[in-house]
């Protein structure tokens, strides 16, 4: 795996700017760390938190094309910002050749969530929100949610996700409500 790590690495750097290499690395080592601490697959939680934003700074007609490989929720098809990540799982599947569902899944979903996440989508998911080089309030919260319980650093991230985009009035995606009604019923159901 580790040739695997360091060739995909090469490759983010080739293909991303520094702000976003960087980023990339912090989201590897806390996906790892996440992993770690969750009894998951440490190398396969980095590989995934190296690829996940490698469509972030594409062209938008590549962008467009390899998102709507994808069923793009409404909301996705008009905000650029969520289409990197269903282009990004499609360019990791058409040009990489990495059909791995669960790492797919992963990266198609880091911006957005979704209802019955795997343990490496939420490990992604909240891996890239609170990598260590992420500065917003509260970060140092969120942070001790996913270290301590993966379900409940998704239901508290996921409220999170939705009242930002509720004060800077923007829409809410689909999938993002599907799965904060399921984690808060799985808190509901579970106390």
């Not at 934003?53 to 650029?80: F, G, H, M, S």
Request: net charge negative; proline share 3%; with cysteine.
């Amino acid at each position: 795996m580790c040739s695997k790590i360091d060739f995909y690495t090469e490759l983010i750097c080739g293909k991303l700017s520094e702000t976003r290499f960087i980023h990339s690395i912090r989201t590897a080592e806390m996906c790892r760390d996440l992993a770690e601490k969750h009894g998951f697959e440490p190398d396969k939680a980095y590989m995934t938190g190296i690829l996940h934003d490698i469509c972030k700074e594409e062209q938008d007609a590549e962008l467009e094309r390899l998102a709507n490989l994808y069923d793009l929720d409404p909301v996705e098809k008009t905000a650029r910002k969520l289409r990197h990540a269903p282009a990004g799982a499609a360019y990791v599947r058409e040009v990489l050749g990495i059909e791995d569902e669960d790492m797919l899944t992963a990266i198609r979903f880091h911006t957005i969530g979704r209802a019955q996440m795997s343990v490496l989508e939420k490990i992604l998911y909240l891996g890239d929100l609170v990598e260590r080089d992420r500065v917003y309030p509260d970060v140092e919260k969120y942070r001790e949610y996913a270290i301590r319980d993966l379900d409940n650093g998704m239901y508290e991230a996921l409220k999170w996700a939705i009242e930002d985009c509720l004060i800077k009035k923007q829409r809410i995606p689909r999938y993002t409500l599907e799965a904060y009604n399921y984690y808060i019923n799985e808190r509901l159901k579970y106390g």
